[in-house]
């Protein structure tokens, strides 16, 4: 019985031969824990690798580590409080993530069974965004949760979950970072990217001698 060929068979042949330098790969994971905001993190990591600090970064970490803590916590009106406070004019300019922010606050609302005053902040703070049209759907599914006991329970669940935060937190970082002029999306992200898509393109050259499809979480497990 032979095996089913893996990713790595469609390498290059020289592909155990390419060099990597250690202070590139340092450079990488310094900026992820930069952009992810895990100071402790990246003293640590600078001082045992001999790096030094990117200060111009964490100047602004600190900052961004308590927006994001604010939104993912509950308090989304805190957390918009202090994106004006660090990122004047990006709320007001990115109306996707305003609204991403203040719907954060009115699940708050309805998970805590506020239903009246979740109805009330909808009706003052999100209603006004159905002047357009991209924003009815949305709205619509958030008002359906008010028409549950348990909201937990509800076709729009998704709306409720730790993953749905957490994908407002990302955005807000990248759109702040963005703002301040630095790079939204960290090396490490752009080189898994353009990996997937090499390897996607590789594994369609050697489709008719049997490879699978390419995954991403299969190549890294392996």
Do not use: W
């Not at 001082?47 to 803590?69: C, H, V, W």
């Not at 949305?138 to 957490?166: G, I, N, T, V």
């Not at 999306?185 to 001698?209: C, F, G, S, Y």
């Amino acid at each position: 019985m032979t095996s089913s060929p893996s990713a790595m068979d469609v390498d290059p042949p020289n592909y155990d031969h390419v060099t990597i330098n250690d202070s590139d790969v340092h450079s990488i994971v310094l900026s992820y824990l930069v952009h992810n905001c895990y100071r402790e993190t990246v003293e640590s990591f600078a001082a045992s690798t001999g790096m030094n600090q990117p200060a111009d970064y964490l100047d602004g970490i600190e900052k961004r580590k308590k927006i994001f803590e604010c939104a993912l916590e509950g308090n989304a009106l805190k957390a918009i409080d202090l994106t004006e406070q660090l990122a004047p004019d990006l709320l007001e300019s990115n109306k996707d993530l305003h609204f991403d922010l203040l719907s954060l606050h009115f699940v708050e609302l309805v998970c805590s069974r506020k239903c009246n005053e979740a109805l009330e902040f909808a009706q003052t703070k999100l209603t006004p965004f159905g002047k357009m049209q991209k924003y009815v759907e949305k709205l619509e599914d958030f008002m359906a949760l008010l028409a549950y006991e348990e909201p937990e329970k509800s076709p729009m669940f998704h709306l409720l979950s730790l993953e749905h935060r957490q994908q407002v937190v990302d955005s807000l970082n990248q759109a702040i970072l963005a703002q301040a002029k630095l790079p939204s999306h960290t090396p490490m992200e752009r080189l898994i990217q353009q990996t997937a898509v090499v390897r996607q393109l590789l594994n369609q050259d050697h489709a008719k001698d049997g490879h699978p499809p390419f995954a991403l979480k299969d190549f890294l497990n392996g």
